[in-house]
T-cell receptor, first 114, second 111 residues
Framework: DVKVTQSSRYLVKRTGEKVFLECVQD?????MFWYRQDPGLGLRLIYF???????EKGDIPEGYSVSREKKERFSLILESASTNQTSMYLC?????????????FGPGTRLTVL | DQQVKQNSPSLSVQEGRISILNCDYT??????FLWYKKYPAEGPTFLIS?????DKNEDGRFTVFLNKSAKHLSLHIVPSQPGDSAVYFC??????????FGGGTRVLVKP
């Protein structure tokens, strides 16, 4: 059974702080993704990675960066948190594109920036 | 500009009846479509998918229909059960592994 874990379920930070969100998957998946979920907007892709040390921008990368030093771990970094980054952050992983292309999601981190 | 749209933000249905969730897309390059289900405080879980070369896929109580000419897909849940109450996201894939998600539809199944 695929397991994707995220370091925190709830996080409260102040404007301007540097924030790290960690994601770990245990199924040796090559692909990992970071999304944010906001009401009415669904899930929007921030960054993704096809392999270690590789990263690609998603649809809304501004204000974020990522790090993938190990295959199982994908970190999302908010260099200087702002109130408009208050959101639910979801990490996902998957195998390389195949027919079913299922992404497996972690439980999410609800981040509040004050 | 949202390439995948779920125009109904919410849906209420009686237990035992059919739930129909709709999804429209604009990108003709999408070749695979998926539905995810999300409970509060949990991550989305994969429900059912369909390739663009098919027009129907069924899995138990869940059936997804694809109308490529209309760029429309729908998810039917028959019969609906209280445990189906959740938010449902439609997603579409173009090249590679990137998925584009719709805004979600909140389903409430009343006992």
């Amino acid at each position: 059974d695929v397991k994707v874990t995220q370091s925190s379920r709830y996080l409260v930070k102040r404007t301007g702080e540097k924030v790290f969100l960690e994601c770990v998957q245990d199924m040796d998946h090559e692909n990992m993704f970071w999304y944010r979920q906001d009401p009415g907007l669904g899930l929007r892709l921030i960054y993704f990675s096809y392999d270690v040390k590789m990263k690609e921008k998603g649809d809304i990368p501004e204000g974020y960066s990522v790090s993938r030093e190990k295959k199982e771990r994908f970190s999302l970094i908010l260099e200087s948190a702002s109130t408009n980054q208050t959101s639910m952050y979801l990490c996902a992983s998957s195998l390389p594109a195949q027919g079913s292309d299922t992404q497996y999601f972690g439980p999410g981190t609800r981040l509040t920036v004050l | 500009d949202q390439q995948v749209k779920q125009n109904s933000p919410s849906l209420s249905v009686q237990e035992g009846r059919i739930s129909i969730l709709n999804c429209d897309y604009t990108n003709s390059m999408f070749d695979y479509f998926l539905w995810y289900k999300k409970y509060p405080a949990e991550g989305p879980t994969f429900l059912i998918s369909i390739s663009s070369i098919k027009d129907k896929n069924e899995d138990g109580r869940f059936t997804v229909f694809l109308n490529k000419s209309a760029k429309h897909l729908s998810l039917h849940i028959v019969p609906s059960q209280p445990g189906d109450s959740a938010v449902y996201f439609c997603a579409a894939r173009a090249a590679g592994n990137k998925l584009t998600f719709g805004g979600g539809t909140r389903v409430l199944v009343k006992p």
